[in-house]
């Protein structure tokens, strides 16, 4: 009878899918929210937009100073997003382990994404502080709080989201779950993002954060609707 049972129970409809959150729809939220909380810094919304850090002080202190309603909003929404990518990370590497990926790519994967949750969530809580009472007419603490902010938030994000990409692209594309050209697509996000890091030396390469942020949207939303959900034969990578 116990034999029976169990039979049935590995041969049931279902029993080979993966269970846990639809990554795929998580990308697309935390891509909304995060997108949307840019909104306010923009130049599509209401001039001046959100400072960057080729501006002097004269332009970044008084924008935290007079602004501090269209940063709380980026950091709410923001914040949300990260949670959001950060169940995204745990979804898809749950399901790279449920698909048989043994690499230690999945590890580096868990490990980018992770960092970038975090790096994100001390970014969002050093720009809240910036538009606090008592602290917003404090210009050397805004600027202070503004390149740590900013340090978080650039680099702090490009380097580890290309752990995340490349982690998955690679385990991936060994196990030929996804098509190639998002692991080809992938590869490039997660070289630039790990370049990305010169940036803190030599500031002209600052157009290689944004080159990993936005397209990576695109990437991770692919990610999260073509990775396979079922198992249909133990793989390992």
């Known amino acids: 009878m116990s034999t029976t049972s169990t039979n049935i129970a590995v041969h049931a409809p279902g029993a080979l899918d993966h269970k846990g959150p639809h990554p795929g729809m998580l990308a697309v939220l935390y891509t909304l929210l995060f997108c949307v909380g ?21 332009v970044i202190v008084p924008y935290f100073q007079q602004y ?11 914040l949300g997003a990260m ?10 590497v749950s399901r ?3 698909l048989g990926a043994r690499a230690t790519g999945v590890s580096i994967a868990l490990l980018g994404g992770f960092l970038v949750v975090a790096d994100a969530f001390a970014c969002n ?47 991936a594309g060994f196990m030929r779950l996804l098509p190639r050209w998002v692991v080809v697509f992938g ?17 002209k390469l600052l157009f290689l954060i944004p080159l990993v942020r936005f397209p990576s949207f695109v990437w991770l939303i692919a990610v999260g609707f073509l990775l396979p959900k079922r198992r249909k034969s133990v793989q390992t990578a």
């Open 68 to 78: 501090g309603g269209r940063v709380l909003f980026c950091v709410t929404l923001q």
């Open 125 to 171: 809580m050093a720009m809240w502080t910036m538009v606090r009472p008592g602290v917003a007419e404090n210009p050397p603490i805004v600027l202070a709080l503004y390149y740590v902010a900013f340090g978080l938030g650039g680099p702090g994000f490009s380097v580890p989201m290309g752990l995340l990409i490349a982690g998955v692209s690679v385990t």
């Open 96 to 98: 790279l382990h449920f």
């Open 38 to 58: 840019l909104y306010p810094g923009t130049a599509l919304y209401k001039m001046p937009y959100w400072p960057g850090p080729w501006e002097p002080a004269s």
């Open 83 to 92: 949670v959001c990518l950060g169940i995204f990370t745990a979804a898809v």
């Open 187 to 203: 590869l490039v996000l997660a070289v630039a993002g790990e370049l990305s890091w010169l940036e803190m030396a030599f500031p």
